[in-house]
């Protein structure tokens, strides 16, 4: 009987140290040349200004989230991520308490795109990899892992953009436009695939339609960059765009540039090139920061503290 009693003493102390811990990851500036287009460093100490939006942020709600939790920058470098798991596990070590359980939390758009999927290699979702990428390896981790889906379409996102589109509205106003002369352009990165691509434009139609409910305008477009694509997918879509835009110059128009990004201070200054000696009115700004998308955050964190 003594033997059974240190038996499931032993037992009970061993789960009281298993802890779920959270791995943010978001774009970055490795890799893509964006932001800053300095060469990224693992340990976050140098953040470029895209960067800084997103740690700032999550540094805010370091009261609200429920578990403890790690940053990470990049698309699919490995090293980078296993980093940031170490410091978790380093973190969660000096309270005492042992990784067992890592949620993995990307600061992405959408869940269609290669970079999501390479992920899920990365972090053991799936066997195979979609991309001949050097240094893309399987972490280390074994304990259980959790891969959550982008933001996709998230009505918190969708409350963002009306409250961002009601501001460009008002500036459109002060140039003398009526509503009935103002057209909408929802503007995304978009991924290199064409079916995924199709998967953002439904994503992008949800929103449209949320936003146009709320401030109804002449006409509405949505446009996917595709930044990453061939240069020629790339090259049409800069045609597409620029075509929306100074339609809406030679009707006595004005386009309002709506983009639904993450960060600012990254991939939007190719918006300012593409839309070159055009007349349009944007703001400057993303979805990072704003107050209500860590109502977005925390939702969809819900279900851990469930666990």
């Known amino acids: 009987m003594k033997k059974l009693v240190l038996l499931i003493c032993s037992i009970l102390s061993i789960s009281s140290f298993a802890e779920t811990g959270i791995l943010f990851i978001a774009h970055g500036t490795m890799g893509g040349g964006h932001g800053d287009h300095h060469q990224m460093s693992c340990s976050n100490e140098h953040p470029s200004k895209w960067e800084s939006y997103i740690l700032s942020t999550l540094a805010g709600m370091k009261n609200e989230i429920p578990k403890n939790f790690e940053v990470s920058f990049g698309m699919w470098e490995s090293q980078c991520f296993d980093e940031s798991i170490h410091r978790l596990e380093t973190k969660l070590a000096n309270q005492g308490s042992k990784l067992d359980h890592l949620v993995i939390f990307p600061l992405f758009i959408s869940s269609y795109s290669s970079v999501i999927e390479m992920q899920k290699y990365i972090f053991k979702k799936r066997s195979d990899r979609v991309l001949d990428i050097p240094n893309v390896r399987k972490t280390y981790f074994e304990g259980k892992i959790t891969y959550m889906p982008a933001f996709d379409y998230d009505p918190h996102i969708s ?97 309002l540039i709506l983009p639904l990004l993450i960060s600012k201070n990254g991939i939007d200054a190719s918006i300012i090139e593409r839309l070159n000696e055009l007349e349009y009115i944007w703001s400057g700004e993303s979805i990072f920061p704003d107050e209500k998308l860590k109502d977005a955050i925390l939702h969809k964190l819900k279900f851990i503290t469930l666990k």
Do not use: C
């Open 159 to 255: 409350m963002i953009l009306t409250n961002r589109f009601e501001q460009l509205i008002n500036m459109a106003q002060e140039k003398d436009f009526s509503v009935n002369k103002m057209e909408l352009v929802l503007v995304m990165h978009g991924p290199v695939e064409d079916d995924a691509n199709l998967e953002w434009i439904k994503m992008g139609e949800r929103y449209n339609k949320d936003i146009t409910s709320v401030y109804p305008v002449a006409k509405s477009h949505i446009i996917s960059l595709r930044d990453d694509a061939d240069q020629e997918v790339k090259d049409q879509m800069t045609k597409e765009f620029r075509k929306i835009v100074s339609n809406a110059n030679e009707e006595g128009k004005i386009a």
